[in-house]
Nanobody
Framework: QVQLVESGGGLVQAGGSLRISCAAS????????MGWYRQAPWKQRELVAA???????NYADSVKGRFTISRDNAKNTVYLQMNSLKPEDTAVYYC?????????????WGQGTQVTVSS
């Protein structure tokens, strides 16, 4: 069992930046990939960004060039740096972890952190 704890969400104005973090604990030997999903009211959940233990990254088209995912393997922590934020980035952001990027949705989930971008 892997436990994930997110932090760093909040309220920011459009054009601003925010960094959210996710710390993993427990059976972390099984975690090779970590990522961030988000879900806004009345919208489907979407994968925002993911990163493998080797550093391979995937991004949703909507955030490419604005968001950067990174991880500190020594701290079992993944970060999402969000720049040039837009009101449409407003959502609850969830951290996920699993053996590989393709199966992140079926792995462990954090409790979520709210990101609100005001116009």
């Amino acid at each position: 069992q892997v436990q994930l704890v997110e932090s760093g969400g909040g309220l920011v104005q459009a054009g601003g930046s925010l960094r959210i973090s996710c710390a993993a604990s427990g059976s972390i030997f099984s975690v090779n990939a970590m990522g961030w999903y988000r879900q806004a009211p009345w919208k489907q959940r979407e994968l925002v960004a993911a990163i493998s233990v080797g550093g391979t990254t995937n991004y949703a088209d909507s955030v490419k060039g604005r968001f950067t995912i990174s991880r500190d393997n020594a701290k079992n922590t993944v970060y999402l740096q969000m720049n040039s934020l837009k009101p449409e980035d407003t959502a609850v952001y969830y951290c996920t972890a699993n053996r590989n990027i393709a199966t992140l949705a079926f792995g462990s989930w954090g409790q979520g952190t709210q990101v609100t971008v005001s116009s």
